[in-house]
């Protein structure tokens, strides 16, 4: 495979480089975020991006998004020294498709590149999943959104908000419903916070947020027609 290595720490870039090549792997390195970026975008024929959270310029969170945005068939490894739920959930949210926790055996990275390059061949064979309502198409598997294709920049929560939405296209989903669906497990909140999203969402789909119907006395519908 051709691999992109996004790392600021030069000992352990170096070292993950030469590993990999002898794996048998083509490697570039880019030691900050807008080089890796550069990179990634450019046409090369990266197949897979190692991409370390934390860099000096852009974080990895960063460059995963606008990666997603552009090249949604790169396959993103995200590297993290942080091992919390909300770091993952962030890195998975912004568009990486695995991660590995600092500090890693070369195995491990090793075991999860493998899989990863599975899902890559297996993606390519297969169309991907996409939902739809009128010119609003979201992603599930790049987790991208577009309106008369043309990206739409949503926030993780506003992205599941909609995805619940567009599942169920002419249903009236309850605020309740719209909380269980779209918001992550134990999180307190108040049903007005889905009035909120919706607002942001509406106002971020245009002319097209006209088809999140409001439902008095129950929550909101989408008009997928
Ligand atoms: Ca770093």
């Known amino acids: 495979?051709?691999?992109?290595?996004?790392?600021?720490?030069?000992?352990?870039s170096r070292s993950l480089a030469r590993l990999l090549e002898q794996d048998r792997h083509n490697v570039e390195v880019a030691a900050d975020g807008e080089t890796g970026l550069d990179i990634a975008l450019?046409?090369?024929?990266?197949?897979?991006?190692?991409?370390?959270?934390?860099?000096?310029?852009?974080s990895g969170i960063e460059v995963a998004k606008r990666i997603r945005r552009e090249r949604r068939e790169l396959a993103i490894l995200m590297l993290t020294a942080r091992d919390?739920?909300?770091?993952?959930?962030?890195?998975?949210?912004?568009?990486?498709?695995?991660?590995?926790?600092?500090?890693?055996?070369?195995?491990e990275l090793a075991a999860r590149l493998r899989a990863l390059a599975r899902r890559v061949e297996s993606a390519a064979r297969r169309p991907e999943p996409r939902l739809t309502a009128g010119p609003i198409s979201l992603d599930e598997a790049s987790r991208t959104v577009?309106?008369?294709?043309?990206?739409?920049?949503?926030?993780?929560?506003?992205?599941?908000?909609?995805e619940s939405l567009l599942r169920h296209p002419g249903q009236a989903l309850s605020r309740d419903q719209l909380l269980d669906q779209?918001?992550?497990?134990?999180?307190?909140?108040?049903?007005?916070?889905?009035?909120?999203?919706?607002?942001?969402?509406?106002?971020?789909?245009?002319?097209?947020?006209?088809?999140?119907?409001?439902?008095?006395?129950?929550?909101?519908?989408?008009?997928?027609?």
């Open 84 to 107: 919390t739920v909300g770091d993952r959930v962030t890195g998975l949210d912004s568009g990486a498709d695995d991660y590995v926790v600092k500090p890693f055996s070369y195995d």
């Open 1 to 12: 495979m051709k691999i992109l290595l996004v790392e600021d720490d030069a000992r352990l």
């Open 146 to 162: 577009t309106v008369h294709d043309r990206p739409v920049d949503l926030s993780p929560r506003e992205f599941s908000l909609l």
């Open 182 to 225: 779209a918001w992550p497990f134990g999180v307190a909140v108040t049903p007005n916070a889905v009035d909120a999203y919706v607002h942001y969402l509406r106002t971020k789909l245009g002319s097209e947020g006209e088809r999140i119907e409001t439902v008095r006395g129950i929550g909101y519908r989408l008009n997928g027609a």
């Open 42 to 58: 450019g046409e090369n024929g990266i197949d897979v991006v190692i991409l370390d959270i934390g860099l000096p310029d852009l």
